[in-house]
């Protein structure tokens, strides 16, 4: 029986959270920018550690909060599915602090919301847009030490445009969600060498 495990990629407007999915499953990025106005889901398949996993990965159009409630979820189209997902990538751009800060908030509502499973649920977050790294708002360091102490939370940088580190965020993902409840300490996986066949990535 293959596993089906549920990702919400969230961030603010323009950050590249379709740029990311699409590098990860097509291996093709897009320069023009194409707001995403509702929310899509991509199906993939990935072999991590000789198992295989399906993937229900959504790509959620920037939303003002984390949905509360199941209610408020059903009633906005662009959450379905967000309040259950198995895990949570986080993106931002390391050039806008703006979109930092709305990370940290929809990470504090996943906390608030989850009810106490939230220790458990995998956050990945993660800095977008490394080729301009001349032009970020803060030294990674920091902000690797504030998300992996502080929030508990994995955390890789990566270029959607260049396809840097696109695989290996997702398989740090996975690596947190399938050993869930292990420290994160434990958990950080190295990259060895991924195949893109079709649809289906070994990683």
């Excluded at 323009?14 to 899509?40: H, M, N, W």
């Excluded at 997702?170 to 950080?188: D, H, M, P």
Aim: proline fraction near 4%; charge should be positive.
């Amino acid at each position: 029986m293959v596993e089906t495990l549920s990702i919400a990629v969230i961030g603010a407007p323009a950050v590249g959270k379709t740029s990311i999915i699409r590098q990860f499953i097509y291996q093709d990025f897009c320069e023009a920018y194409a707001p995403t106005r509702s929310r899509l889901v991509h199906r993939p398949a990935v072999i991590l550690n000789g198992a295989m996993y399906e993937l229900k990965v959504l790509d959620v159009p920037p939303i003002s909060a984390f949905p509360s409630s199941s209610s408020q979820e059903w009633l906005d189209l662009r959450c379905r599915g967000v309040r259950n997902a198995n895990a949570y990538i986080l993106v931002y751009d390391i050039c806008c602090v703006e979109s930092f800060e709305y990370v940290k908030m929809i990470r504090q509502q996943i906390m608030d919301t989850r009810e106490g499973s939230s220790s458990e649920v995998p956050i990945l977050v993660v800095g977008n847009k490394r080729d301009l790294q001349r032009q970020r708002f803060t030294p990674r360091r920091a902000v690797s030490v504030l998300v992996k102490k502080t929030w508990k939370c994995g955390y890789v940088e990566c270029s959607a445009k260049f396809n840097w580190h696109v695989v290996l965020l997702f398989k740090e993902l996975l690596g947190i969600a399938v050993s869930r409840g292990a420290r994160q300490n434990n958990t950080s996986i190295r990259l060895q060498g991924a195949l893109q066949r079709n649809r289906c990535t070994i990683m």
